[in-house]
């Protein structure tokens, strides 16, 4: 299941599992951000390529107006999959402490 | 002793795949710290034949125990031939520009698990993926 909500201002949280499944509910809320937005990853227990799409599409719509997604608590499994697709390359990834 | 199991194909199967996978390495000892790259590789392998495939057949997932890790097979029906362990290049260094959704899924597939292996039988159209994920 995924969990997705705004947190501080500026903040999304998203939780559990980001795949295939939950893709299209992931887009429709972060296609309704805009500016610098935090993604705090903490609770984000998985990602796959569905996933990865959805953020790949809204950073590719923030970049342009001067905005960008900055992915933060990413746990090293998480990171992972992140480097394999480059996104270490496009955007600000901070590991879980 | 084998994990075998039967999935609807679309996309709410998911779930079920994931539950199954995490009893298969349950019930056979398998080291849980290889589920991560399991769950994913099954995920984009499913949803791969969900998507690129007019069959209506089942998906069937075999999970075995092995030496040092564990090994998954899938078996699909009525399909055309589509090797998934020659899936074209993707250049993960691009700027974001230039990227394109589309095209991941089986890069990681190839980056996360080892032993990727494509079989078709032609005149039975029936298609085998293997592939296995071992400890370092």
């Known amino acids: 299941m995924l969990k997705i909500e705004f947190g501080a201002p500026g903040v999304v949280i998203v939780e559990g599992r980001l795949d ?13 951000v805009n ?24 950073q590719k719509r923030l970049k342009p ?5 900055r992915l ?6 998480v990171h992972d999959i992140f480097k394999y697709a480059g996104f270490d390359q496009i955007f600000a990834i901070e590991p879980a402490a | ?38 769950d994913l590789a099954l995920e984009e392998l499913f949803t791969n034949m969900v998507k690129y495939s007019s069959s209506q057949a089942d998906v069937r997932i ?18 055309d031939f589509f090797d998934v362990s020659q899936a074209r290049p993707v250049d993960v260094a691009e700027p974001l520009e230039s990227r394109k959704p589309g095209g991941l899924g089986l890069h990681l597939v190839q980056r996360l698990v080892e032993g990727l292996e494509y079989e078709y ?3 039975a159209r029936r298609s085998r993926v293997t592939f296995r994920k071992t400890r370092a």
């Open chain 1, 20 to 32: 295939a499944a939950q893709s299209a509910a992931a887009q429709t809320f972060l296609d309704g």
């Open chain 1, 35 to 58: 500016g610098n937005v935090v993604l705090d990853c903490l609770a984000l227990e998985y990602i796959s390529s569905a996933g990865l799409g959805v953020l790949l599409k809204t």
């Open chain 1, 65 to 69: 107006s001067g905005g960008s997604l």
């Open chain 1, 72 to 77: 933060t608590g990413v746990s090293h499994h």
């Open chain 2, 1 to 38: 002793m084998t994990g075998s199991r039967s999935f609807r194909r679309n996309a709410e199967s998911l779930g079920a795949i994931v539950d199954f996978t995490a009893k298969a390495f349950e019930a056979q000892g398998v080291d849980r710290g290889l589920l991560p790259p399991i």
């Open chain 2, 62 to 79: 075999e999970i075995s125990k092995i030496e040092g890790g564990v090994q998954v097979t899938m078996f699909d029906e009525d399909v």
């Open chain 2, 121 to 123: 039988l032609p005149e």
